[in-house]
């Protein structure tokens, strides 16, 4: 139940493409789903996130769609760049729980061809 | 600072010796979080710091691993007698607060590794 499965594990892209990850959870109680990004040799570092409240979010090319029926949500990366070239976490958390610990899904390699 | 700062970087020892991580998080941050990122994975929660104390250590794996935050600031990672299985990246993060949208950062990370 604290698992967040992640898809696909890799992702090959040519530049200026859709680039799309998606995650499922199962614990109704998660409240706040980040994306995180991390390259190699770097910790994740915060890319997005969104609350069940709305079902879409969107900052500058990426945009995380949310499905709270199906307990579903994606991140879409519009036109997308070699400099995305990154590893891609969703993750989910409790956040009226107050203890900030993330349940982080396996990752997906994304790599954009120039 | 102005990032959470891990030390060391990298850090390779044998099997059954003792290592200790450091973190020293963004100042006036007062939650602090450890998770281990094994090869090819997501990041694993370990233990969550509120202050000085340990708010939740349901992640560590077993006795042989430990943290302090004596100050409630700098925190270190203990591991006695370590295994192969030990060998990861172990990644630190703090938050103004126990919330997650409030500047949870991470830092670069320890690798060790077992030999």
């Known amino acids: 139940q604290q698992q967040v499965k992640q898809s696909p594990q890799s992702l090959i892209v040519q530049k200026g493409g859709i680039s799309i990850i998606n995650c499922a959870y199962e614990n109704t109680a998660f409240d706040y789903f980040p994306w995180y990004q991390q390259f190699p040799g770097k910790g994740p570092a915060l890319l997005i996130a969104?609350?069940?409240?709305?079902s879409e979010k969107k900052e500058g090319r990426f945009t995380i769609s949310f499905n709270k029926s199906a307990k579903q949500f994606s991140l879409h990366i519009m036109d997308s760049q070699p400099g995305d070239s990154a590893t891609y976490f969703c993750?989910?958390?409790?956040?009226?729980?107050?203890?900030?610990?993330?349940?982080f899904g396996q990752g997906t390699t994304l790599q954009v061809k120039p | 600072g102005a990032g959470v700062s891990q030390t060391p970087s990298n850090k390779v020892t044998e099997k059954g010796k003792y290592v200790e991580l450091r973190c020293d998080p963004i100042s006036g941050h007062t939650a602090l979080y450890w998770y281990r990122q094994s090869l090819g994975q997501g990041p694993e929660f370990l233990i969550y710091?509120?202050?000085?104390?340990?708010?939740?250590d349901s992640g560590l794996p077993n006795d042989r691993f430990f943290a302090v935050r004596p100050e409630g600031s700098v925190s270190t990672l203990k591991i006695q007698r370590t295994e192969r299985g030990d060998s990861a990246v172990y990644l630190c993060?703090?938050?103004?607060?126990?919330?997650?949208?409030?500047?949870?950062?991470f830092g670069s990370g320890t690798r060790l590794t077992v030999v």
């Open positions: 969104i609350r069940p409240d709305v």
């Open positions: 710091f509120q202050g000085t104390g340990a708010a939740d």
């Open positions: 993060a703090s938050s103004l607060t126990g919330r997650t949208n409030y500047g949870y950062t």
């Open positions: 993750a989910a958390s409790m956040y009226r729980g107050n203890t900030g610990k993330l349940i």
